[in-house]
Each structure stands twice: as C-alpha cells, then as structure tokens.
C-alpha cells in the first residue's frame, strides 16, 4: 500500500473560501473526487461560513479571510504567499491548481518546484489587470468555456490554455430533487400558475432586477404566473421593487438553499438575466432535472451551454431558438429599481417566455432536451480530462 501511495501525484488544490458560488463548488467537488487518485490536499485561506462538503479530501485552514483595508489586504497576500510556499515545500507538492483570482495570485507567487495551473471560472477576470501576470507565470491556464480560453491565448499567450467544462452531477441532482422542500414554501407552489426560477447570489451582475420587470410584463398575459429566487445575500431593493411592480405575492425569495433541486424540478421555465457569466452552473443544474430554459446571451456560458455550435448565436441583440434552450438579447447592466421603467430587452424576455408558458407541449419537448443536453456536462468527461492531464506532468 505504501509503494502505491508513493506513486501518487502530489496535488494541492487552493481556494479563498468554501461558502458558496460555482467556482467554490467545483472546487470541492475536485477534492472530493481527486483524493482517492492523487496525494491531495486542499488549502482554504478561511473555512468562514463553510457551505461545500470536501469528502474524504485533507483541508487545510490558512486562517487568513479577507481584510477590508488595503494596507491589510497587501500583508494577506504575503502572509498567504508564504504559508502556502511553505506548504508545497514541505509536501513536495508537484502540481498546484488555483480556483479564483486570490488564489490564483498566491498560487503563481508561491512557486516552488511545483506546475502551476490557474483556473478562470468568469469572465470578468480575463480583463483583470493581474491576468497578464498570472498568464506569464502558469504552466497551464484552465478556462471553463471555449470562449475565454480563446480570448486568454489572443490577449495574454499563455504556455498552454485549455478548456475544461464544470462537471453537473445530473445523477445527484436527479436524486435530490425527490426530496422534500421547506414546509413554508411549499403553498407557493400548489398554488395554480406556471412558476419561473432563476437561482444566484445577490449581485447586481445576476441582474435579477430585469427579471422582476419582466415578470412584471408576463403577469399582462400570465396573470397567475409566479417567480422564485433562491439564493443567497441582501434581496431587500429587490423585496421593494416587486412592492412596487405590485407583483409582491408573486415572488418568493427562499435564501439560500443547500439543496435547491425540489425547488428547480418544480419549475415551468428557468431563467438567466446575468450580464456576465463563466460557465453559469445553476443553468446546467436546471437542465439536469429536466426544466426548459431562457437565457440572456451573455459572454460565456449559456451560447455554449444552449446551441450545439455557440458561434452561430453570436450577436447579443437577437433572439435564437437554439436546440436546447431560447437565449435572448443582452440586458443593460446598469442597475434600474425604478418601476415605471421598463427597458426593450425586458419586453422581450417577457414576449418570450410567454410564448412557451402558453405552448405546454413544446416546453415538455424543451424540457427532454435540456436533460439530455445536461448529460453532455457530466462528471465522466470533467475527471476524465482532469486526471489525463495531471497524468502527464
């Protein structure tokens, strides 16, 4: 057994937090799965308000959260820098793979004699002002969607950029759903009237004011139509706005739930308003369990996700009826709380999604399709990939 050990890769994986949030997820879910093939280990720079499960995968709490002032945010990354160098020496780690900008930054300037891989999990950060350095530094660069690799290799020339596609545990997600929701929640739903879902954390870039504004114009058509939100952060301006739009007692906002699948299963229709995304997880968990989907043709991500070539859906102005999902007009990602002003890609969404509610049959049709879409995002193809690659170091 001992000799077997030996042989193993040693691999560290490292990331700010295990709270919630796609990058977090597939984090944990990389050391839960790694740790039976690789010598593991999993840095965390603060184990605060842990959400994600690890498994059997060795955690280790650096103790060093995030600071609010710049002088302390400056002494983290050293402090970070040298714990996590100390780590890789003592360990003789041999590859170490970074989820997020922190730690990404740590991981490049804790260089030992280790391969370093960087994971950019949203779009936002291949125009961040570190991407040129982190680039010029990592052996391997790890995008999430095809169309951010291509972007990083014409912007920064990384050694090497490679796409690597979130993992959808569609077998789970479909066992969880059979479980029971919140029993405080569960009138909304008996309650007659098609029911739209988006789920996220509370940041403006989910753009979940549109949504509200949309749903708003549905209730013209729809007036029994319902919308969930489930996630997690300060929802209160949006509480206000659907005060406002007097859609108040059609909406539910349920926090955050650990397990949200009875909520998505449920669903007649799921719905994406981000302005940006990297590979937008909650999408795919909706397909999984068979919901059919709309989504605002943002960046990265749902073209991907929606058409089976996402080159051909390139304009963010137009409406395409992909084969496994609508994706509609890019929206403005200036924050409007003002309820008497509605936007022209708000009436669209909004045209659109009744459309389907009011076509069963071809929501049903969508619906099949999406789940079977899903189960081209699987676990398989992700370990696969990854552990060919770490393979060949």
């Known amino acids: 057994m001992a000799a077997d050990k030996t042989e193993k890769k040693k691999v560290m994986l490292v990331v700010p937090l295990l709270d919630q949030g796609g990058l977090e997820r597939i984090c944990a879910y990389t050391a839960r799965h790694l740790c039976d093939q690789c010598e593991l280990c999993l840095v965390v720079?603060?184990?605060?308000?842990?959400?994600?499960?690890?498994?059997?995968?060795?955690?280790?709490?650096?103790?060093?959260?995030?600071?609010?002032?710049?002088?302390?945010?400056?002494?983290?990354?050293f402090r970070r820098v040298n714990a996590v160098r100390q780590i890789k020496r003592r360990r003789k780690i041999e590859i170490t793979y970074s989820f997020g900008m922190t730690a990404n930054l740590v991981n490049v300037l804790s260089r030992v004699k280790d391969k370093i891989w960087i994971?950019?999990?949203?779009?936002?950060?291949?125009?961040?002002?570190?991407?040129?350095?982190?680039?010029?530094?990592?052996?391997?660069?790890?995008?999430?969607?095809?169309?951010?690799?291509?972007?990083?290799?014409a912007l920064y020339h990384p050694?090497?950029?490679?796409?690597?596609?979130?993992?959808?545990?569609?077998?789970?997600?479909?066992?969880?759903?059979?479980?029971?929701?919140?029993?405080?929640?569960?009138?909304?739903?008996?309650?007659?009237?098609?029911?739209?879902?988006?789920?996220?954390?509370?940041?403006?870039?989910?753009?979940?004011?549109?949504?509200?504004?949309?749903?708003?114009?549905?209730?013209?058509?729809?007036?029994?139509?319902?919308?969930?939100l489930i996630g997690d952060g300060d929802f209160s301006e949006y509480e206000k706005l659907a005060e406002d739009l007097n859609i108040e007692k059609n909406v539910l906002f349920t926090g955050l739930r650990k397990n949200?699948?009875?909520?998505?299963?449920?669903?007649?229709?799921?719905?994406?308003?981000?302005?940006t995304e990297g590979f937008p997880n909650a999408l795919i968990e909706a397909m999984s369990v068979g919901v059919p989907c709309?989504?605002?043709?943002?960046?990265?991500?749902?073209?991907?996700?929606?058409?089976?070539?996402y080159t051909r859906a390139e304009a963010q102005d137009q409406v395409y009826a992909c084969e496994y999902g609508v994706l509609l007009p890019l929206m403005n990602p200036v924050k409007n709380l003002d309820a008497s002003v509605t936007e022209a890609e708000e009436r669209i969404f909004a045209d659109e999604a009744v459309k389907l509610l009011l076509d069963p049959?071809?929501?049903?049709?969508?619906?099949?399709?999406?789940?079977?879409?899903?189960?081209?995002?699987?676990?398989?193809?992700?370990m696969d990939q990854l552990t060919q690659k770490i393979e060949q170091v």
């Not at 959808?168 to 007659?192: D, G, P, Q, S």
């Open 45 to 77: 720079f603060s184990t605060k308000n842990m959400l994600y499960d690890v498994g059997d995968a060795e955690l280790l709490d650096l103790g060093l959260g995030s600071r609010k002032t710049l002088v302390g945010k400056v002494i983290n990354v």
């Open 119 to 153: 994971g950019i999990r949203g779009y936002g950060a291949v125009g961040e002002k570190n991407m040129k350095l982190l680039c010029k530094r990592a052996d391997t660069v790890i995008c999430c969607t095809r169309v951010m690799r291509d972007e990083v290799e």
């Open 159 to 228: 050694r090497e950029t490679i796409c690597l596609y979130n993992p959808c545990e569609v077998e789970k997600n479909r066992r969880l759903c059979k479980e029971e929701m919140e029993e405080r929640h569960k009138a909304f739903f008996e309650t007659e009237g098609p029911v739209i879902v988006s789920m996220g954390r509370a940041d403006t870039v989910k753009g979940f004011w549109h949504l509200l504004k949309a749903v708003s114009l549905i209730r013209r058509e729809i007036p029994n139509v319902k919308l969930v």
């Open 260 to 275: 949200p699948f009875p909520y998505l299963v449920r669903a007649s229709l799921y719905a994406l308003c981000s302005y």
């Open 294 to 309: 709309i989504a605002v043709n943002c960046k990265t991500g749902p073209a991907e996700i929606l058409a089976e070539d």
């Open 361 to 382: 049959e071809k929501l049903s049709a969508m619906g099949e399709k999406a789940g079977k879409r899903s189960e081209q995002f699987s676990e398989t193809s992700y």
